[in-house]
């Protein structure tokens, strides 16, 4: 996310790991953590951000490992399918918890 030169880190984000990131997504967590914490501090008003991993095993371990990240003013929940994510992302904010759908 960091190298997209056209992301602009004020807006809602969908981010979608596919299904042959079982094993990787776990090594990588550590430093998702660190880029999440990182952009999540740049913000000044409330954003969604929605995590699309169909993989149900990685799904879980990223729920696990991401349970401590430190969002501020970012709501961040975990989706199976990308038309879930986009749903939650088109409603408004409602409370600032971490979550799973």
């Known amino acids: 996310m960091d190298t997209d030169p056209n992301l602009d880190p004020t807006f ?4 979608v790991f596919d ?8 090594g990588e ?3 998702m953590k660190t880029l999440l914490e990182s952009m999540a ?3 000044t008003t409330a954003k969604k ?3 699309v991993v169909p993989s149900m095993w ?3 371990m990223a729920e696990i490992l991401l349970r401590f990240v430190s969002l501020g003013l970012v709501q961040m929940c975990f989706f199976s399918t990308e038309a879930d ?3 939650w992302l088109n409603t408004d904010l409602l409370d600032q918890s971490v ?3």
């Open 12 to 15: 809602n984000h969908l981010t």
């Open 19 to 26: 299904n042959k990131a079982d094993g990787p997504l776990v």
């Open 29 to 31: 967590l550590p430093q």
């Open 41 to 43: 501090q740049r913000q």
């Open 49 to 51: 951000w929605a995590i």
């Open 58 to 60: 990685a799904r879980t």
């Open 85 to 87: 994510a986009l749903n």
């Open 99 to 101: 979550t799973a759908k």
